[in-house]
C-alpha cells in the first residue's frame, strides 16, 4: 500500500503540476495561471500531493492585497486546487487545504480568499459572510474567506496580475 505525502513544489515539478492542472480541469486556462503566478514570484505557497512519485494533486496560494483608505493589507488567494480525476473523493484536496493553512499560519498569514464551492470550501472554515464586505470583481456567493487573525472585512481585492491577465485570455 503506498502512502501519499505532501510537500513544497520544487521547480522539477512544473510540467507534472501543469498535467494535474489540465487533467482535473478539462481545459489550460488553471495550468497557465498557475505558471504565470509562479514565474512572476507571486506565489506565496504552492505544495503538492505526490503518490507512488507521481504527482496527484497541486495547490497553490498567490499574494493578494486588500485595499481600503490607501492602505494595503497582505492577504493570500487559494486557486488553483487541482487533483487528477482519478483520485477525487480519496481526501487528497482536503489534506492539500489543511497542510498550507498550517503553513500559512506559521508564516504569519492572517487572511485567504477563495472563488469556490461553497459546500467543499466551507468545510475548511471558508465563508461567504467573512468576504461580502469586500469589493471584488468577482464578488458572489462562491467568494470566501477565513481569517485566522486580525483581518480587514473591508476594501478592495486586488489579485496578482496573472489573475487578469491569464483568466482574461
Same mark, same amino acid.
Request: a negative charge.
Given at each position: 500500500?503506498? #502512502? #501519499?505525502?505532501?510537500?513544497?513544489? #520544487?521547480?522539477?515539478?512544473?510540467?507534472?503540476?501543469?498535467?494535474?492542472?489540465?487533467?482535473?480541469?478539462?481545459?489550460?486556462?488553471?495550468?497557465?495561471?498557475?505558471?504565470?503566478?509562479?514565474?512572476?514570484?507571486?506565489?506565496? *505557497?504552492?505544495?503538492?500531493?505526490?503518490?507512488?512519485?507521481?504527482?496527484?494533486?497541486? *495547490?497553490?496560494?498567490?499574494?493578494?492585497?486588500?485595499?481600503?483608505?490607501?492602505?494595503?493589507?497582505?492577504?493570500?488567494?487559494?486557486? @488553483?486546487?487541482?487533483?487528477? @480525476?482519478? #483520485?477525487?473523493?480519496?481526501?487528497?484536496?482536503?489534506?492539500?487545504?489543511?497542510?498550507?493553512?498550517?503553513?500559512?499560519?506559521?508564516?504569519?498569514?492572517?487572511?485567504? *480568499?477563495?472563488?469556490?464551492?461553497?459546500?467543499?470550501?466551507?468545510?475548511?472554515?471558508?465563508?461567504?459572510?467573512?468576504?461580502?464586505?469586500?469589493?471584488?470583481?468577482?464578488?458572489?456567493?462562491?467568494l470566501q474567506a477565513l481569517a485566522w487573525g486580525d483581518a480587514p472585512e473591508v476594501g478592495k481585492l486586488v489579485y496578482a496580475t496573472?489573475?487578469?491577465?491569464?483568466?482574461?485570455?
Amino acid at each position: 500500500m503506498s #502512502m #501519499m505525502s505532501i510537500r513544497a513544489a #520544487m521547480p522539477a515539478d512544473r510540467e507534472a503540476i501543469r498535467l494535474v492542472e489540465e487533467h482535473a480541469f478539462g481545459q489550460q486556462a488553471e495550468a497557465g495561471l498557475v505558471d504565470a503566478l509562479v514565474a512572476e514570484g507571486d506565489a506565496v *505557497i504552492e505544495l503538492v500531493a505526490v503518490e507512488e512519485g507521481q504527482v496527484v494533486g497541486h *495547490i497553490l496560494f498567490s499574494r493578494l492585497y486588500v485595499s481600503n483608505g490607501g492602505h494595503d493589507f497582505a492577504a493570500v488567494a487559494l486557486a @488553483p486546487l487541482a487533483v487528477e @480525476p482519478s #483520485m477525487h473523493g480519496s481526501g487528497i484536496g482536503g489534506a492539500l487545504v489543511r497542510e498550507a493553512h498550517l503553513r500559512l499560519k506559521q508564516a504569519g498569514e492572517t487572511l485567504a *480568499i477563495v472563488l469556490g464551492e461553497p459546500a467543499y470550501y466551507g468545510r475548511f472554515g471558508y465563508t461567504h459572510e467573512r468576504a461580502a464586505g469586500f469589493e471584488s470583481d468577482y464578488q458572489c456567493d462562491a467568494l470566501q474567506a477565513l481569517a485566522w487573525g486580525d483581518a480587514p472585512e473591508v476594501g478592495k481585492l486586488v489579485y496578482a496580475t496573472a489573475f487578469r491577465t491569464e483568466l482574461a485570455a
